[in-house]
Nanobody
Framework: QVHLVESGGGSVEAGGSLRLSCEAS????LGWFRQAPGKEREGVAAIYTADGTTYYANSVKGRFTISQDNAENTLYLQMNSLKPEDTAMYYC???????????????WGQGTQVTVSS
């Protein structure tokens, strides 16, 4: 049974930080996506759960960190130096296929809103 439940979204000023969490069943690949109003959903980051290899979109590289706590079955996205353009609904996703931030994922959470004000 798929179980993906996000938390940790909110509102923050530009330059601030937020950490998103996702209760995630164990899959080969876990990732974070986001969708801003009027825009297509885009991959942000992914992690290959077997060895912790991470993948990032260029737009967040160096600012966001994806990580996992296997003992707690929890996926995280630490977001630092947030910008107004990071404002979006953020989704946790899971896949048993190839792992990268921009590949199709099979399962999705409900999303958590992140709003960054200038």
């Amino acid at each position: 049974q798929v179980h993906l439940v996000e938390s940790g979204g909110g509102s923050v000023e530009a330059g601030g930080s937020l950490r998103l969490s996702c209760e995630a069943s164990r899959y080969i690949c876990l990732g974070w996506f986001r969708q801003a109003p009027g825009k297509e959903r885009e991959g942000v980051a992914a992690i290959y759960t077997a060895d912790g290899t991470t993948y990032y979109a260029n737009s967040v590289k160096g600012r966001f960190t994806i990580s996992q706590d296997n003992a707690e079955n929890t996926l995280y996205l630490q977001m630092n130096s947030l910008k107004p353009e990071d404002t979006a609904m953020y989704y946790c996703a899971a896949s048993d296929g190839r792992c990268d931030y921009d590949v199709p994922f099979n399962f999705w959470g409900q999303g958590t809103q992140v709003t960054v004000s200038s």
